[in-house]
Every structure is written in C-alpha cells, then in structure tokens.
C-alpha cells in the first residue's frame, strides 16, 4: 500500500513563495525517483520538476527554471518543491509522483504513484 501525500499549498500574492513537501511511504523499490507535476483548470498535466534517486540530478519545465527548486531527504523519504517568484500562472494543483527505479523525466507515464495534490494559487 503505497501512499504518496503532499502538502504546503496554498495562497500567496505573486511573487511570494512556497515550500510544496511530499512523502511517500511503503514503496517497493528502494530506489525510486521523485517528481511534481501540475495541472490548471481545462490545461494538461504538466511536469514541472522532477530528481533521481540520489538528489544529483534534477529536471525543470522551461517556465519554472530558475524559479522552482526540488530537493529530497531520502532518511524521510520526503520530496520538496521550493516555489519563489510565484506567478498567477503557476495556480494550479500541484502532484507529487513517484517512479521506479534512479533516473526521472517529465513525463507522467512513468510515474507510478501518485499523491492527491495540494492547490496552489497565486494572486495578482
């Protein structure tokens, strides 16, 4: 039974911040790595970032690059998103996915488990 929860959602004025946590529990495999994905009303899911197992690599969509920071604690088995210089066009809800095995990639098909989301909105 794997559980995949995230948290830390919320509202904040564009241009604030916000720490998006996830952590997955009773995985299979040891190794796995972690992604965030989103999705706005009436838009596709999109990946927005995503980190191999070892925290050594990491992946940005082109719209969140330099603003989005993932990072992971494996002892907690737990992932974070720190969003800075948040925009009204980051408002969406936020996924936390897990796939098998060290390397990542935005795609959401390779992700196997996934959370429920956490709902982020930015005003303007």
């Given amino acids: 039974q794997v559980q995949v929860v995230e948290s830390g959602g919320g509202l904040v004025q564009a241009g604030g911040s916000l720490r998006l946590s996830c952590t997955a529990s009773r995985l299979t495999f040891d190794v796995y790595a972690m992604g965030w994905f989103r999705q706005a009303p009436g838009k596709e899911r999109e990946g927005v970032s995503c980190v191999t197992w070892s925290g050594a690599s990491t992946i940005y969509a082109d719209s969140v690059k330099g603003r989005f920071t ?6 907690k088995n737990t992932v974070y998103l720190q969003m800075d210089s948040l925009k009204a066009d980051d408002t969406a809800m936020y996924y936390c996915a897990a796939a ?3 390397s990542c990639a935005l795609l959401e098909l390779a992700y196997r488990h996934w959370g429920q989301g956490t709902q982020v909105t930015v005003s303007s």
């Fill in 100 to 102: 098998h095995g060290s």
């Fill in 70 to 75: 993932i990072s992971r604690d494996n002892m």
